[in-house]
């Protein structure tokens, strides 16, 4: 089991900026592989971002490429999302996922989430 705890929500103007962070406890943190998706109301949970095993690559949605940037921290069991120059069409609700299959875009192939995390860009 993995449980994961996200944190760092809030509300922002837009060109602002946010740092998610995403506790993970359980299992061996280096076993996964850690994601971030997003919900807006009344639309379907998409990819924003994805680390892989340790010393891997990362891979974002382009939407967001170039503003946000995954990283984590070994040592703390956290994984992190740097959000600059948000824009009102990243309001949302943050998720972090785990998954055993390395940088993949796809929600159902993460075995694990957290409960999210509330991020509204104001105009």
């Known amino acids: 089991q993995v449980q994961l705890v996200e944190s760092g929500g809030g509300l922002v103007q837009a060109g602002g900026s946010l740092r998610l962070s995403c506790a993970c406890s359980?299992?061996?943190?280096?076993?996964?592989?850690l994601g971030w998706f997003r919900q807006a109301p009344g639309k379907e949970r998409e990819f924003v971002a994805a680390d892989s095993w340790i010393g891997g690559s990362t891979y974002y949605a382009d939407s967001v490429k170039g503003r946000f940037t995954i990283s984590k921290d070994n040592a703390k069991n956290t994984v992190y999302l740097q959000m600059n120059s948000l824009k009102p069409e990243d309001t949302a609700v943050y998720y972090c996922?785990?998954?055993?299959?390395?940088?993949?875009?796809?929600?159902?192939?993460?075995?694990?989430w957290g409960q999210g995390t509330q991020v509204t860009v104001s105009s």
């Open positions: 996922a785990a998954a055993i299959v390395a940088g993949s875009t796809i929600p159902h192939e993460y075995d694990y």
């Open positions: 359980g299992r061996t943190f280096r076993d996964y592989a």
